[in-house]
């Protein structure tokens, strides 16, 4: 058993507002010093037929579908040209567009993103031409228009000071996650915290998974997240994506972060080269909001990559941004401790990106 935790004493902040000015931006960041020139960053496309246009193109009359290449996706516009859904051939997750709102975590750094970019899971994967069919009407009826929590909502009720939300059961299902129990061996391994902390141990009930097997939560791992099953916690326990027992049995989203970008589920919008340094993307253009990005981190897991975060948007700065959970804040952040939470750049997370997922 590992001694006692101590609880992060960060406040995160979580509010709506509808338009969001430039705010001076000063960070620390503890590996490596970042280059602080902005990158700026569109997710572009090309259209369909066509010589290539970014998603700002206006349209005139009532809302009309559209499709775009890399990655091939569906895009529906209102009348007043506005991108309405972002659906992805291959995904089931839908980019959609509603009210404003700001994350923020105003302790661990200065980044603010404030997105109208709402992303949620849909029931079925995205092909060409499935507006028509029943199975998206019925949803996107639903979901259009909607307020309840999405993907981005899930993701920051684990930061630090989240509060907590149980069900009807008493089961804490929500609230300020720890990364993992303390390392005795710290000092001899360099791992501050234990990995392996999935979304059950963080619930602390067993979980049956589809193909059968069954995951028995650790006391020692209870309110903790590894990077990993931080994913497996928004997109799949709370999100509803099918979750794997392990990296090898079941369908759907693999345990680990090697298993999860390595995996045939989804669409590889950063399509994995390779883990050396020579291997980071040469552009990130193809992302968005909602999508998984995977890092090499550690040298000791030789050819494995060993984290995973999910892209949350721009901040007020122009960097893009994304959420994971680290050992070094003990818990998911957007924050600078160990490295600024940057995609854009030169900083840690930069340079170790290696590829990236459209679920």
Same mark, same amino acid.
């Given at each position: 058993?590992?001694?006692?935790?101590?609880?992060?004493?960060?406040?995160?902040?979580?509010?709506?507002?509808?338009?969001?000015? *430039?705010?001076?931006?000063?960070?620390?960041?503890?590996?490596?010093?970042?280059?602080?020139?902005?990158?700026?960053?569109?997710?572009?496309?090309?259209?369909?037929?066509?010589?290539?246009?970014?998603?700002?193109?206006?349209?005139?009359? +009532? *809302?009309?579908?559209?499709?775009?290449?890399?990655?091939?996706?569906?895009?529906?516009?209102?009348?007043?040209?506005?991108?309405?859904?972002?659906?992805?051939?291959?995904?089931?997750?839908?980019?959609?567009?509603? +009210?404003?709102?700001?994350? *923020?975590?105003?302790?661990?750094?200065?980044?603010?993103?404030?997105?109208? %970019?709402?992303?949620?899971?849909?029931?079925?994967?995205?092909?060409?031409?499935?507006?028509?069919?029943?199975?998206?009407? %019925?949803? /996107?009826?639903?979901?259009?228009?909607?307020?309840?929590?999405?993907?981005?909502?899930?993701?920051?009720? #684990?930061?630090?000071?989240?509060? %907590?939300?149980?069900?009807?059961?008493?089961?804490? #299902?929500?609230?300020?996650?720890?990364?993992?129990?303390?390392?005795?061996?710290?000092?001899?391994?360099?791992?501050?915290?234990?990995?392996?902390?999935?979304?059950?141990?963080?619930?602390?009930? +067993?979980?049956?998974?589809?193909?059968?097997?069954?995951?028995?939560?650790?006391?020692?791992?209870?309110?903790?997240?590894?990077?990993?099953?931080?994913?497996?916690?928004?997109?799949?326990?709370?999100?509803? /994506?099918?979750?794997?027992?392990? %990296?090898?049995?079941?369908?759907?989203?693999?345990?680990?972060?090697?298993?999860?970008?390595?995996?045939?589920?989804?669409?590889?919008?950063?399509?994995?080269?390779?883990?050396?340094?020579?291997?980071?993307?040469?552009?990130?253009?193809?992302?968005? +909001?909602?999508?998984?990005?995977?890092?090499?981190?550690?040298?000791?897991?030789?050819?494995?990559?060993?984290?995973?975060?999910?892209?949350?948007?721009?901040?007020?700065?122009?960097?893009?941004?994304?959420?994971?959970?680290?050992?070094?804040?003990?818990?998911?952040?957007?924050?600078?401790?160990?490295?600024?939470?940057?995609?854009?750049?030169?900083? #840690? #997370?930069?340079?170790?990106?290696?590829?990236?997922?459209?679920?």
């Amino acid at each position: 058993m590992a001694p006692k935790k101590k609880s992060r004493r960060i406040l995160p902040v979580l509010v709506v507002l509808g338009l969001v000015g *430039a705010s001076g931006f000063l960070t620390m960041e503890l590996r490596k010093q970042e280059d602080q020139g902005v990158t700026e960053i569109r997710n572009v496309g090309i259209l369909k037929g066509g010589q290539g246009a970014a998603e700002t193109v206006k349209a005139k009359g +009532p *809302a009309k579908w559209s499709r775009m290449e890399n990655p091939a996706r569906s895009v529906l516009r209102g009348a007043d040209g506005q991108v309405k859904v972002v659906l992805t051939d291959g995904a089931r997750t839908a980019k959609l567009t509603g +009210p404003a709102r700001t994350f *923020a975590e105003p302790a661990s750094t200065a980044s603010k993103v404030s997105t109208t %970019d709402w992303v949620r899971v849909m029931p079925e994967e995205w092909s060409e031409g499935a507006e028509k069919e029943k199975w998206f009407k %019925d949803w /996107y009826a639903e979901n259009a228009d909607s307020k309840e929590d999405d993907l981005f909502a899930f993701a920051f009720q #684990y930061v630090a000071g989240a509060k %907590d939300k149980k069900d009807a059961n008493g089961v804490r #299902y929500a609230g300020d996650a720890h990364f993992g129990p303390l390392n005795q061996a710290g000092s001899e391994t360099g791992d501050l915290r234990l990995e392996q902390s999935d979304f059950y141990d963080y619930l602390g009930t +067993p979980y049956a998974f589809r193909d059968g097997g069954v995951g028995s939560p650790e006391a020692m791992r209870a309110n903790s997240l590894d990077c990993s099953g931080y994913i497996r916690m928004v997109l799949g326990y709370r999100g509803r /994506y099918p979750l794997m027992s392990s %990296d090898k049995s079941g369908d759907g989203l693999p345990r680990t972060a090697n298993g999860m970008a390595r995996s045939d589920r989804g669409v590889d919008v950063l399509p994995l080269t390779g883990i050396a340094q020579k291997d980071r993307p040469t552009t990130i253009d193809q992302l968005q +909001p909602g999508d998984l990005v995977f890092f090499k981190l550690d040298t000791r897991t030789k050819e494995r990559l060993d984290h995973v975060g999910i892209v949350l948007g721009h901040d007020t700065e122009g960097h893009l941004i994304f959420v994971s959970s680290r050992e070094e804040v003990n818990g998911p952040t957007i924050g600078d401790v160990g490295g600024v939470s940057r995609l854009d750049g030169n900083g #840690y #997370y930069a340079k170790t990106l290696r590829s990236a997922k459209r679920l």
